[in-house]
């Protein structure tokens, strides 16, 4: 089945650790991004990307990285210099103007 | 600044009946889109509707109908004789034109209650 796939589903992380969040997609889209979602808040967007090996900030990139390396593949590493990373972590992909959302990834920071 | 107020945080309703979500936005643009999302229980936003500016003709798909309104840069959802299966948190949000990589600015969400 065609889809965006996070892993993994549910994390656990000490403080001072980096981690690193995976997001795949099968629809062959070109564009894909990176959402936080906190309790009762919207999604903010934290970076994408449009093509290959080209990414950008979005309005909270401080403290994450990411890599474009592959069509399908767009990774994000939550770094201990994010200070309050525990949150729900989406990814999407787009075409034509529709967003496509994985099911997440819910980051605990201990 | 873009900018999309869901000024009502939660609303509760018994099964069949309507209920409105409320949408408002900013932007300076001219060409912009604006989405619904469905977010259930299980986290994963689902696409519902995408209007650009230069189409204000209201909408209508099963029990869902959008009104969209320039004037007040409004732009609702309504849910006809609501169900239990349409618990979820409800975003609106907002992209502006002429980026192609539809950056998207959400709402804070609204969650809706359906009791039976």
């Known amino acids: 089945d065609g889809g965006i796939t996070q892993s993994p589903k549910y994390l656990f992380r000490k403080e001072g650790q980096n981690v690193t969040l995976s997001c795949e997609q099968n629809?062959?889209?070109?564009?894909m991004y990176w959402y936080r979602q906190d309790p009762g808040q919207g999604l903010r967007l934290i970076y994408y990307?449009?093509?290959?090996?080209?990414?950008q900030k979005g309005d909270i990139a401080e403290g994450y990285s990411v890599s474009r390396e592959k069509k399908e593949s767009f990774p994000l590493t939550v770094t201990s210099a994010q200070k309050n990373p525990t949150a729900f972590y989406l990814c999407?992909?787009?075409?034509?103007?529709?967003?496509?959302f994985g099911e997440g990834s819910r980051l605990t920071v201990l | 600044a873009q900018k999309v107020t869901q000024a009502q945080t939660e609303i509760s309703v018994v099964e069949k009946e309507d209920v409105t979500l409320d949408c408002v936005y900013e932007?300076?643009?001219?060409?912009?889109?604006l989405f619904w999302y469905k977010q259930p229980p299980s986290g994963e936003l689902v696409f519902l509707i995408r209007?650009?500016?230069?189409?204000?003709q209201n909408e209508i798909s099963g029990r869902y109908s959008w009104n969209f309104q320039k004037s007040t840069s409004s732009f609702n959802f309504t849910i006809t004789a609501s169900q239990v299966v349409d618990s979820a948190v409800y975003f609106c949000?907002?992209?502006?034109?002429?980026?192609?990589?539809?950056?998207?600015?959400f709402g804070s969400g609204t969650r809706l209650l359906v009791r039976p």
């Open positions: 209007r650009n500016s230069f189409d204000e």
């Open positions: 990307s449009q093509i290959v090996n080209d990414f």
């Open positions: 999407a992909s787009s075409l034509n103007g529709e967003l496509f």
């Open positions: 932007t300076r643009d001219t060409t912009y889109y």
């Open positions: 629809l062959n889209h070109d564009a």
């Open positions: 949000a907002l992209s502006e034109g002429g980026d192609s990589s539809y950056k998207l600015i």
